[in-house]
């Protein structure tokens, strides 16, 4: 509950944000469900694929290409027919100008959706927009279309009906509105289907589905031409660096929009990121631990005489100060002068400097504690 308490709220949007984000780019990949996952590419070979789509208009004798790479530039010229079946990616300004011009040019665009997410810049630049929902079932296409390709039925599990406005000619009725409209462009048209069903694997042999596809692509009959498949919009460009997936993809543009807003709320507020570390406490030595590192020190070094040689004199300025002489004065002279003061002080002091001259390490402490008791009697008295 304290975790729940010291949440921020801008923890919050930032995370649904992404979340956001997330689910607009699964939504346009996915088409809404179905029977079968929708990504109408065609490297995908299962039922909700155009893999199938390409293999049979090849065998039908039209020539395909995939549009795919680093950049986007249909051209009617190399493929007066463009599929954008599905698109998973946005389209950007760029990318609705590329197509405008292509279809002004003399190109034939399809494009077909479900979502109309994904396709939305391109669809408001034609007065396109998706109503209503179309419920699975077989319906009448509209002359000319249907004359030319001999499809008169088209089958679809789903759909949207396309409102295009005037200057739409009515391509497949859909009850009071149309599953798919032509817009003339120029020297080209730009076709919308409301649905991606009458292309996928799984659905173009249902009803007159194959040839509804024929008389859409029929600009590319004549001699060179080409259908080409938009697999751009379907992540099929290589990205120009690693900072491409944060600029380019709405989870990417998304999770960096929200690390700015953390960093700028950071930053204002002066909040730290986690909490505080406590500052170390380390309780101050004692004495007897300063006297015992430097004799575990004097020890290894092997030079025990150091040691001895300052207790010798810290003992003979002791001395020295008690009897009124000078420090420098020789050991005797100063034990005759501290024997009349206190003979047995003196006599212990004679045996420390005994011991001290004699050498060895084991007694050093004891012998410490008693050159403080021999120069500071009222202490260990007391």
Known sequence: MRALRRLNVLYVVAIALFAAALAVTVASTSGGGGRAARSASVYDDGPGGTALLRQWLEQSGIRTLVLQGASFDPDPAREPVLFLLGASEPLTASDVAALRQYVSSGGTLVVATEAGLAEAPLLDAYGVHLAGLVAGSVLDTVAPLGTTADARRVSIDRGREVAAGGRALP??????????????????????????????????????????????????????????????????????????????????????????????????????????????????????????????LVRRSGRSEIARDRLRRDLRGGIARAVGLDP?????????????????????????????????????????????????????SA
């Not at 460009?237 to 700028?264: K, N, Q, S, Y």
């Not at 420390?352 to 410490?368: H, T, Y």
């Open 328 to 380: 420098g004065a020789p050991m005797d002279r100063l034990l005759a002068a501290f024997e009349r003061i206190s003979p047995e002080r003196a006599a212990e002091a004679r045996e420390i400097d005994a011991q001290l001259a004699r050498g060895g390490d084991a007694e050093l402490l004891r012998i410490v504690r008693r050159i403080d008791a021999l120069l500071h009697p009222e202490e260990a």
């Open 171 to 296: 391509v497949v009725r859909a009850g009071s509105g149309d599953l798919a409209a032509a817009i003339p462009d120029g020297r080209g048209a730009i076709y919308v289907v409301g649905s991606l069903a009458p292309f996928l694997t799984g659905q173009i042999a249902e009803a007159d589905n194959g040839r509804f596809i024929l008389g859409l692509a029929a600009a590319a009959a004549r001699p060179g031409g080409a259908v080409a498949f938009d697999e751009y919009h379907h992540g099929a460009h290589p990205p120009a660096d690693a900072l491409a997936v944060l600029e380019r993809t709405w989870p990417g543009r998304a999770f960096l929009l929200a690390g700015l807003l953390v960093l700028g709320y950071l930053a204002v507020t002066g909040r730290r990121l986690g909490p505080p570390l406590p500052l170390e406490h380390r309780p101050a030595r004692s004495e007897l631990e300063h006297v015992r590192a430097f004799a575990g």
